[in-house]
């Protein structure tokens, strides 16, 4: 028999959709029977506790699991001495032509092997779920070739048996131009498209596919190739868009029904309506512009007004985004792109399960879906996106554990 536990004498922030703003409920309770949520509501109208195990929550704030939409985390080695050279007045292209960049990490990885790609991720993942991030994206795109980046996938779900958390992998095979492809960018987009694709798709390593669609990594007319291909294979698609320069990345990525598109900080107002119309998320990823010392913000105003639901995910990768805090990166998307706490809050739960497609399962403390639930010791809800390093994390249930 499925066990029966409910979370009394609790204020919730439930995210619902059918709710005002974070959907607060001041004196609520949460049941579930199993791994799934029965109740989420006021206290008054709860089932009666005879059959539950009655966890008292003292007034505490309950908050659905958090969920970090756009990562990188499987990798191995460390591109800690190319920050340094940056900081020393090293370009980008400098660290490139010395063997930097992107390919130091794909030699890393290919010189991997899995238990080792495993052993280097696992520090990253126990600090998201000390955070109370309870689902989590993996994306590859540091093998390049057919054979290494199902290993990386494979890592990747591997990842998500040992520990306790919801795993969706991307395949990011058109991250970037493996060194023994170059000079030949539509030979590299044949390979994942006709062998990189459908090899991640035959062994269900992939819950999707993305790409870099920039004018350091792939064109619009490559990036359609990818998407039609990963159509074709039953996988819906994501996108790196307009982060560095405005290739129409947002419009391309809605045109395609994406299920979001990320970074965005060069879209413009013909992408911004193409995603509202598609559904699309915009996903924040304010750790890479902090990093890089980005100066040109997302058009957050604008994405706001036209009604497009953002995301923010911490974009964690070894060279632009070194960043293993959720929580830090709410604090960054309010502090560095404006947007308020209580978009922060919706876009690493509900918006950010949307993002990855599990908004029926994910996001929100509704019947029905997975209990995924934190709860925290703070006073309100701001202080999770207002709070720097200090983590307030009380109780992590995942899936009703």
């Not at 560095?244 to 809605?254: P, Q």
């Amino acid at each position: 028999m499925a066990s029966k536990r409910i979370w009394t004498n609790a204020r919730l922030a439930t995210m619902a959709p059918g709710l005002p703003g974070l959907g607060i409920i001041e004196n609520g309770a949460v049941a579930a029977e199993g791994d799934r949520i029965t109740f989420s509501g006021a206290a008054q109208y709860a089932p009666p506790t005879d059959d539950f195990e009655v966890i008292d929550c003292d007034g505490r704030w309950i908050l659905p699991g958090l969920v970090d939409c756009h990562t990188h985390l499987v990798w191995a080695g460390s591109r800690a001495r190319e920050f340094e050279l940056r900081l020393a007045g090293a370009s980008y292209e400098e660290i490139a032509r010395a063997g930097g960049g992107i390919r130091s990490t794909v030699s890393a990885v290919r010189a991997a092997d899995e238990a080792q790609l495993i052993a280097e991720s696992l520090p990253r993942l126990d600090a998201l779920i000390a955070e109370g991030v309870t689902t989590l994206e993996i994306k590859s795109g540091y093998g390049l070739s057919v054979e290494h980046e199902l290993k990386q996938l494979r890592a990747a779900r591997t990842l998500g048996k040992v520990r306790p958390i919801d795993i969706q992998t991307t395949l990011l095979a058109a991250h970037a131009l493996p060194p023994e492809y170059e000079g030949r960018a539509d030979a590299y987009i044949d390979l994942v498209c006709k062998e990189i694709i459908p090899a991640a798709a035959r062994d269900g390593l992939a819950d999707a596919v993305d790409a870099f669609c920039e004018n350091i990594g792939f064109s619009p007319e490559q990036t359609d190739r990818v998407f039609n291909a990963a159509r074709q294979h039953g996988l819906p698609v994501k996108l790196h868009a307009d982060q560095l320069s405005n290739l129409h990345g947002g419009a391309l990525a809605a045109r395609h029904n994406a299920l979001s598109a990320d970074h965005l900080e060069y879209l413009d107002d013909a992408g911004i309506a193409a995603m509202a119309a598609s559904g699309s998320v915009a996903v924040m990823l304010p750790g890479a512009y902090y990093f890089l010392r980005d100066t040109h913000a997302p058009p957050i105003e604008k994405l706001r007004q036209a009604g497009v639901p953002l995301a923010i995910s911490t974009d964690c990768n070894p060279g632009t985004s070194p960043l293993t805090s959720l929580l830090l990166a709410m604090n960054m998307g309010a502090t560095l792109f404006r947007m308020t706490v209580e978009e922060c809050l919706l876009g690493a739960t509900r918006h950010a399960a949307r993002a990855l497609g599990l908004e029926s399962n994910s996001g929100t403390l509704e019947p029905g879906k997975l209990c995924n639930l934190n709860i925290w010791d703070i006073e309100r809800p701001a202080e999770l996106v207002n709070n720097m390093g200090l983590n307030r994390l009380h109780t992590r249930i995942w899936r009703g554990q």
